[in-house]
Nanobody, 124 residues
Framework: QVQLVESGGGLVQAGGSLRLSCAAS????????MGWFRQAPGKEREFVSA????????DYADSVKGRFIISRDNAKNMVYLQMNSLKPDDTAVYYC?????????????????WGQGTQVTVSS
């Protein structure tokens, strides 16, 4: 069982940066693939980024590649999403996710644990 709590969301101007954090409970954090999804108003939830157990493998949605960086600290049970060069289209609720299943990082069905979400709003 894993519980996820996000923080770091807020209001930022276009071109600015935010860093999201996700604190995970559980003693087996390092055995989970961790990631971020987001959902904008009126849109489906979409994959943003994910990171493997050791942090050696990462994956990003094309829309955030080159602007966002995912990282994790297994000693602290934390995962982070550094978001740079933010755009109004990045406005959404961002969810931290965890998975102990195989398969594509982009597959929403793969993730069996979800946080409550944190709002990110980018003004133009």
């Amino acid at each position: 069982q894993v519980q996820l709590v996000e923080s770091g969301g807020g209001l930022v101007q276009a071109g600015g940066s935010l860093r999201l954090s996700c604190a995970a409970s559980g003693r087996t954090f390092s055995s989970y693939i961790m990631g971020w999804f987001r959902q904008a108003p009126g849109k489906e939830r979409e994959f943003v980024s994910a990171i493997g157990w050791t942090g050696g493998r990462t994956d990003y949605a094309d829309s955030v590649k080159g602007r966002f960086i995912i990282s994790r600290d297994n000693a602290k049970n934390m995962v982070y999403l550094q978001m740079n060069s933010l755009k109004p289209d990045d406005t959404a609720v961002y969810y931290c996710v965890a998975s102990d299943k195989g398969g594509s990082y982009h597959d929403i069905g793969k993730y069996n644990y979800w946080g409550q979400g944190t709002q990110v709003t980018v003004s133009s």
